[in-house]
C-alpha cells in the first residue's frame, strides 16, 4: 500500500523515523503508521481514499492532530493522512468570509486573517486544528458574539468515502451541511471550510489566580459573569474557569482567564471581580494570534479529557470545586500529573445563534447558558480520577434538578463515547445516522470501517 502511494505522491510519501512528525498527545506519538502521506488537495485526497478503500486499508486522518486517543488522527499501522500542506487561508466577499484549508490550525488562520484587520470564530490554543475543532463544535473567545464555530461555516469542501469531491452549505446538500455542523468525522475528510471573517483588532486577556480563602467570593462572581443577564449581554463578555493542581508547591489554586473582544483596559464588565484581591494578575492587550501561540513541544504528555454540562448552579459549582479537590488528594503522587477543572458557559447568545442556517446538530434548544465542565490531565494512570470528577457533579446536578444530557464531544472521554451523540437527542441522531449511510454506505467512516478513530454514529 505505501508503496503503491510512494509511486503516486513521491516526497509527500513518509515513513516511520524517516522525519520529524510529531503530534500534540504522547499516546498518538507512539503510535506508529505504515507511512504517512500529505496531500495537497482535494484531488489528492480523493485519490488516496480512492486506494485505501480498494486495498481496504485502515487510516486515520491529521488536521491540527490535537486528539487524545490513538487512531484518531495518527494511525496504528496503517496510513495517516495529513493535511499539513493545507493549510491555505484566502480571504472573500470583500472581508466577510474566508475559506481555510482543512489542515490549518488556529494561530495559522488567526495570523492570516490579521494581516487584514479580520478574525473568525477560532479556539483558544494555537495548535487546534480547525478541522476537529469545527467538526466537533467550537468554543471560542468570541462565542458570545458570533456563536460556536459551527454555526459560522458556511460551505464545506468534503471528500466523500467513494473519492466524491463535493460541498455543503445551507442551499446545496443540506443534509450533509446538517450533519457536518457537529456530527465529527462520521462523514467524510473535510477539505476546506468558507467561514465568517469579520473586522477585529486586539483584545483584552487577563489571566488572574487566587488564595484558596477566596474562593467561594470568586466563584460568586463567576456565576454572575456566566448568568447575569446585565453582564452576559455585553458580548464581548468571556470568561473562563480553572482549578488546577500544582505539584510543585502541593496546592490547589482558582485560576480565571478574562476576555473582552476590544482593546479596553479593565473592563467594567469586570468591575465586581477585579475587586477581589490576586494571588497574582497578567494582563495583555493585543492579538488574539499572540495570545493562543504557544510553541511548547508535542507529543510529550499524555493527555485525559472528560466533559459533562449542567444548568446553571451556584451551589453546583463549589461542590464540583470540592469533589476534584478530594480526587485530586487521593491520586496526586503520580509523577507528572497536571490535573485540571475547568467551567466555562455557553452563553444565551451563543445557544440562539445555533438556529442560524437551518441548525446545527447539537440539539442544545434552551433560553439559558449552559455551564460546560471539562476535567483534564496529564498521565494515563489518572483515568479513574477523571472520570469521577465528571460522575460525581454529574451525580450531583441530578440530585440538584441541573443535570443536562449534552456533551461537548471535543473534550468527550473515550469512556463516553455511547454517551456523546445520545446527548444530541433521538432526531438528531436518526437524521445523522441517515446521512452517514446515504453518504458512505460501505462504512468507511464507521466504527466497522477504516478509520474508526474519534467517535462514531454506528
Avoid at 48 to 72: A, E, M, Q
Avoid at 288 to 295: C, E, G, M
Wanted: glycine share 10%.
Amino acid at each position: 500500500m505505501c508503496a503503491h502511494l510512494s509511486r503516486e505522491f513521491g516526497s509527500a510519501l513518509h515513513y516511520p523515523g524517516s522525519d520529524n512528525f510529531t503530534i500534540w498527545d504522547a499516546k498518538q506519538q507512539e503510535v506508529h503508521p505504515a507511512c504517512r502521506v500529505e496531500p495537497s488537495s482535494a484531488n489528492d485526497i480523493s485519490k488516496i481514499l480512492n486506494t485505501l478503500v480498494d486495498h481496504w486499508c485502515y487510516f486515520s486522518v491529521k488536521g491540527g492532530g490535537h486528539s487524545r486517543n490513538p487512531g484518531d488522527s495518527n494511525s496504528a499501522r496503517g496510513v495517516t493522512v495529513d493535511l499539513d500542506r493545507m493549510r491555505s487561508v484566502d480571504i472573500l466577499d470583500n472581508g466577510t468570509k474566508a475559506r481555510v484549508g482543512g489542515g490549518a490550525n488556529t494561530f495559522q488562520v488567526y495570523q492570516a486573517l490579521e494581516s487584514r484587520n479580520l478574525s473568525f470564530v477560532g479556539g483558544r490554543v494555537g495548535t487546534v486544528g480547525l478541522g476537529g475543532y469545527t467538526l466537533g463544535g467550537g468554543t471560542s473567545p468570541f462565542s458570545n458574539k458570533y456563536g460556536l464555530a459551527l454555526d459560522n461555516v458556511y460551505e464545506y469542501e468534503v471528500v466523500l468515502a467513494n473519492g466524491t469531491i463535493t460541498t455543503a452549505s445551507e442551499s446545496r446538500n443540506p443534509d450533509l451541511y446538517f450533519a457536518l455542523r457537529g456530527g465529527s468525522n462520521n462523514f467524510g475528510i473535510v477539505t476546506a471550510f468558507t467561514v465568517r471573517a469579520f473586522p477585529q483588532g486586539p483584545v483584552f486577556t487577563s489571566m488572574t489566580s487566587y488564595a484558596a480563602n477566596q474562593s467561594e467570593q470568586v466563584l460568586d462572581k463567576v456565576y454572575s459573569l456566566y448568568t447575569d443577564r446585565n453582564l452576559t449581554s455585553d458580548v464581548e463578555l468571556g470568561y473562563d474557569l480553572y482549578y488546577t493542581y500544582m505539584a510543585d508547591s502541593d496546592e490547589l489554586v482558582l485560576m480565571g482567564t478574562q476576555r473582552y473582544g476590544k482593546p479596553v483596559q479593565n473592563p467594567p464588565v469586570f468591575r465586581a471581580i477585579d475587586q477581589i484581591p490576586t494571588l497574582s494578575r497578567t494582563t495583555t492587550i493585543t492579538t488574539l494570534s499572540n495570545v493562543v501561540n504557544d510553541p511548547g513541544p508535542l507529543g510529550t504528555t499524555r493527555h485525559l479529557f472528560a466533559t459533562l454540562s449542567v444548568s446553571p448552579s451556584r451551589s453546583l459549582l463549589s461542590q464540583g470545586l470540592q469533589i476534584f479537590q478530594e480526587e485530586v488528594e487521593a491520586i496526586k503522587t503520580v509523577s507528572g500529573l497536571v490535573p485540571n477543572f475547568i467551567s466555562y458557559p455557553l452563553q444565551r447568545n451563543a445557544i440562539a445563534l445555533m438556529k442560524q442556517r437551518g441548525g446545527n446538530s447539537l440539539g442544545i434548544d434552551r433560553d439559558e447558558p449552559l455551564f460546560t465542565w471539562s476535567s483534564a490531565s496529564d498521565d494515563a494512570a489518572v483515568d479513574r480520577m477523571t472520570a469521577n470528577v465528571v460522575r460525581r457533579p454529574k451525580e450531583a446536578a441530578e440530585d440538584l434538578g441541573v443535570a443536562n444530557r449534552y456533551m461537548y464531544i471535543n473534550y468527550a472521554s473515550a469512556a463516553q463515547g455511547d454517551e456523546v451523540f445520545a446527548g444530541y437527542g433521538d432526531e438528531n441522531v436518526q437524521k445523522l445516522k441517515d446521512v452517514q449511510r446515504a453518504v458512505d454506505p460501505r462504512g468507511i467512516f464507521t466504527s466497522k470501517g477504516l478509520w474508526r478513530g474519534f467517535f462514531k454514529l454506528l
